[in-house]
């Protein structure tokens, strides 16, 4: 089993030292990548590409970074895409990004219009690993699961080599999304987005957003634990091991990890699916 994780930059000085206590404990479980977040709107490329710096500094990882289209103009973006090959990072996870304040999309006047016109300029001015966003439950702004099957299958044509799924609760739509796919001839490596559930209100708002449905058995499960964050963090990893194994036995071989900074929780999941540990990698500082 591979499985790689996405982090968000630390926001201040004491995130900071969990954030690195983290990352060495992520480290242990030799992830094919890690990936840092940038913020809400395409917003905080910098402090993206300083925590990518940082990691790189410190330890052998192998790193993405995330970058956006929404609310930026072309120019603004090419040069995000210059920072980050100027910083050592050779992959990108390449993404339209939402509006503000769940506003409908609308591409900058001087932008890029798409996730696809993204994917070619990041092709085009280095040659970057591009990995994307599927969607096993169709994205809020879809018309149909066929047309996000059509955007899938044009991201590759522009670059694109990997797709991460959005977070999903219905494995058998994973599978779904994963025979599509196939059936469709579209050759990209599909990797399952796992989000374990450790706030279950903050998780289900980030759901509706994303138009990602809740079943009922996950909310039942949860239902007045807001106060038990020690029984959350037990059961979040317990619901995510579930699903990963149920993955594995549909073929899924890499897995990665939204672990939207709770770090307890996706080591717990690894160990409980015998995903090999290493020994922590050495600090360079």
Not at 94 to 115: I, K, V
Not at 192 to 214: D, E, L, Q, Y
């Amino acid at each position: 089993m591979t499985v790689s994780f996405e982090l968000f930059p630390p926001r201040n000085a004491q995130a900071e030292e969990h954030w690195w206590s983290a990352i060495e404990r992520l480290s242990a479980l030799d992830p094919s990548f890690v990936s840092v977040t940038c913020g809400a709107g395409g917003s905080g490329v910098e402090a993206t590409v300083g925590a990518l710096r940082a990691i790189a500094t410190r330890t052998n990882l192998r790193l993405a970074g995330h970058l956006t289209c929404v609310s930026r103009s072309r120019a603004e973006v090419d040069e995000a895409i210059a920072t980050y090959w100027d910083a050592g990072v050779r992959h990108i996870l390449a993404l339209r990004g939402d509006m503000p304040e769940g506003a409908p999309f609308a591409p900058h006047p001087a932008g890029y219009a798409s996730s696809v016109e993204l994917i070619a300029a990041v092709r085009g001015s280095a040659p970057f690993e591009v990995s994307v966003a599927a969607y096993p439950q169709p994205h809020p702004d879809s018309l149909s699961p066929a047309k996000d099957l059509e955007w899938l299958a044009r991201k590759v044509d522009a670059g694109a080599t990997r797709a991460i799924t959005q977070f999903c609760f219905d494995t058998d739509a994973i599978v779904r999304l994963r025979d599509h796919v196939d059936r469709a001839g579209i050759e990209v490596n599909l990797v399952p987005g796992i989000m374990p559930a450790t706030n279950f209100a903050s998780m289900s708002r980030m759901a509706r957003k994303c138009g990602v449905r809740v079943p009922a058995w996950l909310e039942s499960r949860f239902a007045g634990l807001e106060e038990d964050r020690q029984m959350r963090m037990m059961l979040a990893a317990i619901v995510a091991a579930e699903q990963v194994d149920q993955l594995r036995r549909e073929g899924f071989r890499e897995f990665h990890f939204f672990t939207m900074n709770n770090y307890d929780v996706v080591p717990a999941v690894c160990r409980l699916l015998d995903a090999e540990a290493a020994e922590p990698q050495a600090s360079a500082a």
